[in-house]
């Protein structure tokens, strides 16, 4: 009976020469993937494929629009130029004790036309509200008596320290009474920019809110609304700082 060696069934054999042990300590590299490059198109044309699309509803617009920054309401400064010396004189402290205001806004008139078919409105006045704002009371009330001089300008009489209506209920001439209020939203750089400023032409003081007082009032402090009417308003460039 033949005898099967090893050999005849792994294959020829080898020589001890070329037998060489794999070292035990020997690690083993990985290759790196060297994948082709995928085929381009022929039909598509690399000059005039589009850019993606990065416009409103993506993230890069919000990016760019958005997270850039918005503006803020407790970045602004007010300044009213007074028709008489002493408001020009206390006018930066009437900007500081300006606790709140408003950006005027337009509304416009309109009249229905029904001449045929749905009506429309056609605009043919505008018309603006009045002008609120509110401000500190400084423990001399130099806010207070400010507003006071000016309604006194208009048509009242200064009796004793105090107003009162004048007996004979004769106003002023309107030229000599109207002021200019001027609101400026301020960027959060340093020093601050002038985003937008408005201005409100021909305003005076039309209303002083009552005031209250009361004993129970004891961690706060005196507030005072003022009711500004003005003619109109337009934007304008700040006279404070740069836009």
Not at 42 to 55: D, L
Request: aromatic share 10%; charged share 20%.
């Amino acid at each position: 009976m033949a005898t099967i060696k090893p050999n005849d069934i792994i294959g020829p054999s080898l020589d001890a020469s070329t037998r060489k042990s794999k070292p035990k300590n020997e690690i083993a590299i990985p290759m790196k993937n060297k994948s082709k490059p995928a085929k381009q198109d022929p039909n598509i044309n690399p000059a005039t494929q589009k850019e993606p699309y990065s416009g409103i509803g993506t993230i890069e617009y919000l990016k760019s629009n958005i997270l850039s920054g918005l503006a803020r309401p407790n970045r602004y400064v007010v300044t009213i130029t007074f028709p008489f010396a002493d408001g020009g004189k206390e006018s930066q402290l009437v900007s500081i004790l300006c606790e709140s205001v408003e950006l005027p806004g337009m509304h416009l008139a309109t009249v229905e036309d029904k001449l045929w078919g749905p009506i429309r409105k056609v605009p043919y006045l505008p018309t603006y509200n009045d002008l609120s704002m509110v401000f500190m009371c400084d423990h001399q009330m130099k806010i207070r008596k400010l507003f006071d001089q000016w309604q006194t300008l208009i048509g009242a009489t200064a009796f004793g320290g105090y107003v009162s209506v004048n007996q004979d209920y004769k106003m002023n001439y309107y030229d000599n009474f109207i002021g200019e209020v001027e609101i400026s939203l301020l960027s959060d750089t340093n020093p601050p920019k002038a985003r937008y400023t408005v201005k409100c032409f021909e305003a005076y003081p039309i209303e002083i809110v009552s005031q209250n007082c009361s004993y129970g009032d004891v961690d706060t402090y005196l507030k005072m609304e003022v009711k500004m009417a003005y003619h109109f308003y337009d934007k304008a460039e700040s006279s404070l700082f740069q836009s």
